[in-house]
């Protein structure tokens, strides 16, 4: 079963905008991960995040996690054309599980 | 370069006809994870091995089995293909630790049933 919900569902913004997405969790977690999938192709793991950490930059990306509020966001900064793709939150939870969020569909504009 | 393959990258079946999907990673890992994508949503886990040990979802279809002969190689076997079984296969592995557990994919099986 799905755990995560993302919003929104899809994002267009002009090259060099920042991008926000945003996923929520409904059950404990040890880690939120986000990954990118480009059409047709498989996911790439862009970040993790543990669930004692509140905030983790990786060059363009920063992610943060409210364990309280079981939410997490994702910003990708000065957006490229080359972002374009779809963004995916995923927890793990128990026995190596991890659960895959709806996805936000980022489109940007040259 | 260490990676996970996936064969063949399109596989063209059958409505009823077995197919069988293929997943080998040289990362070593001991956690190999199958996943089916329907377009536009989310990857959805059908099972999971940790070295051996068979993980199944709840949800997962009879009709879809797995095998894992060693640690390099992973199959999933669909036993009869429905319509509703096209869709992209992906093969993941992870290392085992307990607050890690980044996966990598392969590039996904696109399955079409006809």
């Known amino acids: 079963s799905q755990q995560g919900e993302e919003d929104p569902q899809a994002l267009s913004i002009q090259e060099g905008e920042n991008a926000t997405m945003n996923c929520s969790y409904k059950t404990s977690i040890n880690n939120l991960q986000w990954y990118r999938q480009n059409s047709g192709r498989g996911l790439v793991h862009l970040i993790l995040i543990r669930s004692n950490e509140r905030e983790k930059h990786s060059g363009r990306l920063r992610v943060t996690l409210d364990t309280s509020k079981k939410s997490s966001s994702l910003l990708i900064t000065a957006s490229r054309a080359a972002d374009t793709a779809s963004y995916f939150c995923?927890?793990?939870?128990?026995?190596?599980?991890?659960?895959f969020g709806a996805g936000t569909r980022l489109t940007v504009k040259p | 370069d260490a990676m996970v393959i996936q064969n063949p990258r399109y596989q063209v079946t059958q409505f009823g006809k077995p197919v069988t999907l293929s997943c080998s990673q040289t990362l070593n890992h001991n956690v190999m994870y199958w996943y089916q994508q329907k377009s536009s949503q989310a990857p959805k886990l059908l099972f999971h091995y940790y070295d051996k040990d068979f993980n199944n979802e709840a949800d997962t279809p009879d009709n879809f089995q797995s095998r894992r002969p060693n640690t390099s190689f992973c199959f999933l076997d669909i036993r009869s293909p429905g319509l509703g079984d096209a869709a992209m296969y992906l093969c993941?592995?992870?290392?085992?630790?307990?607050?890690?557990?980044?996966?990598?994919f392969g590039p996904g099986t696109r399955l079409t049933v006809l």
């Open positions: 993941a592995t992870s290392s085992r630790g307990w607050q890690e557990h980044e996966q990598f």
């Open positions: 995923a927890t793990l939870i128990l026995n190596n599980d991890m659960r």
